[in-house]
């Protein structure tokens, strides 16, 4: 049997104790911080990244970049990407089932981190090709990444699809006001033929 030094007892529990606050320490500085993502109509995104309101660049309809401070890991939560530095997810579509709303966490062009995000994506190329699909409800919360290797707080993604209103069948007034006016087009015309039969 092994026995330690009486003078080593005391470097142990100092050992320890260091141990232990060390990961005391770690837990509790480790956070969560929340990136939520709005989408109020196809031109109209909202973000705001642990609270703080972020500015996107639009990148043509349904699509927009948001630069996101000072993040460095991004999950590939999809197992699609092979273990890369981004994440891809995608949250159903609450108004069309056929469509989902793709959001995709990694650097740009410039290596700054960013989130990218492309609405209302048919979901039958993606089924065709083969490419897996895991889509989570609109309003889901995920874990996407963390903000760097030293604080290592947990980014979680919130998605809002809120355009379902905006996106559908035009309103009923203008809809109404179109049908009469084909309408006294249509007996308009017919009548300027009976006129001229005569």
């Known amino acids: ?7 080593s007892g005391p470097r142990l529990r100092v050992l320890a104790t ?4 060390g990961l005391l320490t770690q837990s509790l500085s480790a956070g969560t911080i929340p990136l939520v993502i709005t989408e109020n109509s196809a031109s109209d995104f909202t973000a705001t ?3 703080s309101p972020l500015s996107p660049t639009f990148e043509g309809n349904d699509q927009a970049l948001f630069s996101l401070p000072g993040v460095q890991l991004f999950n590939d939560i999809s197992g699609v ?5 981004f994440a891809d997810v995608g949250f159903s579509e609450p108004d069309d ?3 989902f709303n793709s959001i995709v966490a990694g650097h740009d062009q410039n290596d700054a981190p960013s989130v990218f995000i492309h609405s209302d994506l048919p979901i039958a190329p993606f089924q065709q090709f083969g490419v897996p699909l895991t889509l989570f409800p609109d309003g889901s919360s995920i874990i996407i990444g963390f903000d760097n290797l030293i604080n290592q707080n947990t980014i979680v993604l919130t998605f809002h699809d809120n355009a379902g209103n905006t996106e559908s ?3 009923k007034g203008s809809t109404l006001a179109l049908l009469a006016l084909a309408l006294a087009g249509l007996f308009g015309a017919s009548g300027l033929r009976s006129l001229r039969a005569a």
């Open 169 to 171: 069948v035009p309103d």
């Open 49 to 51: 990244y642990n609270g």
């Open 18 to 21: 260091a141990i232990a606050a």
């Open 81 to 85: 990407n092979g273990g890369s530095h």
């Open 97 to 99: 089932p056929a469509l």
């Open 1 to 7: 049997m092994f026995k330690l030094p009486l003078s």
